[in-house]
């Protein structure tokens, strides 16, 4: 069946000025009650903050809810936009990163940092450029009215491959031997951020279309677990910068630095990847979440790879800090971008109604 125009309410309409709201309160209480940053510092099992992954948790679940298991069937039929996805994620993102964390920090503002810096900086940049996203994007592309069977599908494989190739790829990048892969992370970040909330939504659509049939659900339970999942986000984003938002105040310019090799490399990786998507025919729906994808970065693997290697006090610490407070409003825009071009695209022919299949 075809997928149904998601409408957008007062949270999705307004969400920038939510966001914009949300960063400053976050910033705020970290910078005037640093012992609440002190204290979610603690709540971490496997360098995964607690309180984030029950936000991400109360995000993804209801977008799960919504997926049925035809489209993800479906999505397994069209190869391509997988192929796309995987190419991006894996021989351009960590590649361009590690091209544009050299070109800004050595040679742009080279003059301006010390050679400890620049060496901390880079490579906490390219630990983040190669930790493809597998959370966060089933949230941009359901905001952007991406294909959401293909998302599932794109960011299962992309945590498997990560699997494999995140240790020898960042391994090659930062020219150093004796990584250490965080497994239980990427492991428990798989659980929490796709595999529970995948079972949970599953059984719930199933139970709730059986007991009150599928107008019901659409109508009545899909309304108000969409609010819930962008106050998940928004409850996120004050987490985060209550967390972490203190270093904009603190160190300003070299956040700059930092942020603006984070952002080229960010809307590089999007516009080519959105543009081949557009040369080789794709549907919007396809094309949106492949562009996403390969924009977006797995902040917790990131992270605990950069504290794990080089410490929490670290320059490469730092730096994939700043690529979790910048991110978030620059996928934001790129939905934006996404939507305002979505009559560019083929439109899918007119598919025959049939009963929905909820195996």
Same mark, same amino acid.
């Given at each position: 069946?075809?997928?149904?125009?998601?409408?957008?309410?007062?949270?999705?309409?307004?969400?920038?000025?939510?966001?914009? *709201?949300?960063?400053? /309160?976050?910033? $705020?209480?970290?910078?005037?009650?640093? &012992? +609440?940053?002190?204290?979610? =510092?603690? @709540?971490?099992?496997?360098?995964?903050?607690?309180?984030?992954?029950?936000?991400?948790?109360?995000?993804?679940?209801?977008?799960?809810?919504?997926?049925?298991?035809?489209?993800?069937?479906?999505?397994?039929?069209?190869?391509?936009?997988?192929?796309?996805?995987?190419?991006?994620?894996?021989?351009?993102?960590?590649?361009?990163?590690?091209?544009?964390?050299? *070109?800004?920090?050595? /040679?742009?503002? $080279?003059?301006?940092?010390?050679?400890? &810096? +620049?060496?901390?900086?880079? =490579?906490? @940049?390219?630990?983040?450029g190669v930790a493809p996203c597998t959370a966060m994007v089933l949230v941009w592309s359901y905001l952007a009215r991406g294909n959401m069977g293909h998302t599932l599908v794109m960011t299962?494989?992309?945590?498997?491959?990560?699997?494999?190739?995140?240790?020898?790829?960042?391994?090659?990048l930062l020219g150093i031997s004796g990584i250490v892969v965080p497994w239980e992370t990427i492991a428990l970040s798989v659980a929490i951020y796709i595999v529970t909330p995948l079972i949970?939504?599953?059984?719930?659509?199933?139970?709730?279309?059986?007991?009150?049939?599928?107008?019901?659900?659409?109508?009545?339970?899909?309304?108000?677990?969409?609010?819930?999942?962008?106050?998940?986000?928004?409850?996120?984003?004050?987490?985060?910068?209550?967390?972490?938002?203190?270093?904009?105040?603190?160190?300003?310019?070299?956040?700059?630095?930092?942020?603006?090799?984070?952002?080229?490399?960010?809307?590089?990786?999007?516009?080519?990847?959105?543009?081949?998507?557009?040369?080789?025919?794709?549907?919007?729906?396809?094309?949106?979440?492949?562009?996403?994808?390969?924009?977006?970065?797995?902040?917790?693997?990131?992270?605990?790879?950069?504290?794990?290697?080089f410490g929490v006090a670290s320059g490469a610490a730092l730096a994939t800090v700043v690529g979790v407070l910048t991110e978030v409003p620059i996928m934001l825009g790129l939905v934006w971008?996404?939507?305002?071009?979505?009559?560019?695209?083929?439109?899918?022919?007119?598919?025959?109604?049939?009963?929905?299949?909820?195996?």
């Amino acid at each position: 069946m075809a997928e149904k125009e998601r409408k957008l309410g007062i949270w999705e309409k307004y969400l920038t000025i939510w966001v914009a *709201l949300c960063i400053l /309160v976050g910033t $705020g209480l970290g910078r005037l009650l640093p &012992q +609440i940053s002190d204290f979610l =510092a603690r @709540l971490e099992v496997a360098h995964i903050s607690v309180p984030i992954a029950i936000c991400l948790f109360a995000m993804i679940y209801p977008i799960m809810v919504q997926i049925s298991w035809e489209e993800i069937k479906n999505a397994l039929r069209s190869p391509r936009p997988i192929g796309l996805t995987l190419f991006a994620n894996w021989v351009v993102k960590p590649f361009s990163m590690a091209l544009f964390a050299w *070109l800004f920090l050595s /040679v742009v503002f $080279g003059h301006l940092l010390t050679p400890d &810096q +620049i060496q901390q900086y880079r =490579a906490g @940049l390219i630990l983040l450029g190669v930790a493809p996203c597998t959370a966060m994007v089933l949230v941009w592309s359901y905001l952007a009215r991406g294909n959401m069977g293909h998302t599932l599908v794109m960011t299962a494989i992309n945590s498997l491959t990560m699997v494999v190739l995140y240790a020898p790829l960042a391994m090659f990048l930062l020219g150093i031997s004796g990584i250490v892969v965080p497994w239980e992370t990427i492991a428990l970040s798989v659980a929490i951020y796709i595999v529970t909330p995948l079972i949970a939504g599953y059984f719930t659509r199933r139970q709730v279309i059986r007991s009150k049939g599928i107008n019901w659900f659409e109508k009545r339970l899909v309304p108000p677990l969409g609010k819930v999942s962008i106050i998940a986000l928004l409850v996120t984003l004050v987490i985060l910068f209550t967390y972490q938002g203190y270093i904009i105040v603190e160190l300003p310019a070299i956040i700059g630095m930092i942020t603006l090799g984070i952002l080229v490399n960010i809307l590089v990786v999007f516009g080519v990847t959105y543009v081949v998507a557009r040369l080789l025919k794709f549907r919007y729906e396809d094309a949106a979440p492949v562009a996403i994808i390969a924009g977006s970065n797995h902040f917790e693997v990131a992270i605990a790879v950069a504290t794990t290697l080089f410490g929490v006090a670290s320059g490469a610490a730092l730096a994939t800090v700043v690529g979790v407070l910048t991110e978030v409003p620059i996928m934001l825009g790129l939905v934006w971008l996404c939507k305002a071009t979505r009559r560019t695209f083929p439109r899918p022919l007119p598919e025959v109604e049939t009963a929905p299949s909820d195996n």
